[in-house]
């Protein structure tokens, strides 16, 4: 009996457009889950691989890493999750949980990690397998086009938002998929928000400012007011001192992207004053049940456009040249039930957006 196929998009080497290429339904073994994609959110981290700003670890490889599915099979060894169960799987897809960081509980700092759509095939694609030990349940508040960028613009963002030790005024370089998340949560929480972004990016600042910020401007300005903490989700290491002298004494500058180009010499004065930087490197699955937990009611809205799977390279682009506000999100078989590329959606709380793919 023939496989059963499926259509993906593939990367065959960096710099290089995703190539639609028809693929057989992978089979899931051991404590792997197998899923029929519903959403998958395109992440900034998806561009660095495939324009080459991180190393390639497998080639060729189907990219994405905040998958959200329904599970159509499973390994012998897995038990976690049912038939048709919804899933989530974020970046981290598994750990050694053998040496000194996984046994001290910082299994986001491992020696050998496993990453979705970098060490193995993510959820551009109708099908995906992921260990379901590295998998998460959703809460119901979310229909899947608006989970999926939960799976790491919202969780990385809620660990670089943790690293800001419960900080009051907290400015966000960089506003896009995980700064209007945690910025959300930040402001339910009491907490004043600063959206800074590139310069002449009126449309994110005002977008910044209808979710409730109190000031947004660009990344070369000053705020009103010094912050306390700065989370930068924006890949560009010159915002480090732009960061650092905006906070005041004892300000906090967290750096949350896998890829940072970089930083240049700045003077003492400005680290001085017990400022801090550090960096985000990855989760933990505790950190993605403590933050689902904290966003089970739906009051973090996650803001999206819809492109067709097939239109992935037109999705990267958009992030890429800026013009996403909030996330892209891909969904297998958007054509087929009417949409268009591009497609702007509100934040909803239940139902699919589309009908998933047919069973293999």
Known sequence: MPAAMMTAMVLDAPGRALRQASLPVPEPRGQ???????????????????????????LPLVP????VGLVAGAGPLAQ????????????????????????RGRENLCDRPVFTGYD??????????????????????????????????????????TMADRA??????????????VAQLALLQGREVFAFTRPGDTRSQEFARALGAAWAGSCDEAPPTPLDAALLFAPAGEL????????GKGGIVVCAGIHMSDIPSFPYALLWGERVVRSVANLTRADGEEFFRQVSQGEVKSNTTIYPLEEANEALHALRSGRIEGAAVL???????????????????????CPAPPEP
């Open 240 to 247: 480090v001192p732009r960061a650092l002298a905006a906070t």
């Open 64 to 67: 994405g890493h905040q998958v």
């Open 120 to 161: 193995r095939n993510g959820g551009y694609a109708e099908y995906t397998l992921a260990d379901e030990r590295y998998c998460f349940a959703l809460p119901e508040a979310y229909d899947d086009v608006h989970a999926a960028p939960l799976l790491c613009a919202g969780l990385i963002g809620y660990r670089a938002y």
């Open 80 to 103: 976690r999750f049912r038939l048709g169960q919804r899933v989530g799987v974020p970046w981290l897809g598994g750990s050694c949980n053998a040496c000194p960081f996984c046994l």
């Open 331 to 353: 969904v297998p078989g958007f054509v087929a039930c009417g949409g268009a590329g591009g497609r702007d959606v509100k934040p909803a709380t239940s139902g699919a957006a």
């Open 32 to 58: 792997d889950i197998l899923l029929r994609v519903s959403a998958c959110a395109v992440c900034c981290t998806d561009l660095h691989i495939v324009d080459g700003e991180l190393p390639p670890h497998l």
């Open 168 to 181: 009051q005024r907290l400015g966000f370089y960089g506003f896009g998929a995980a700064a209007h998340l």
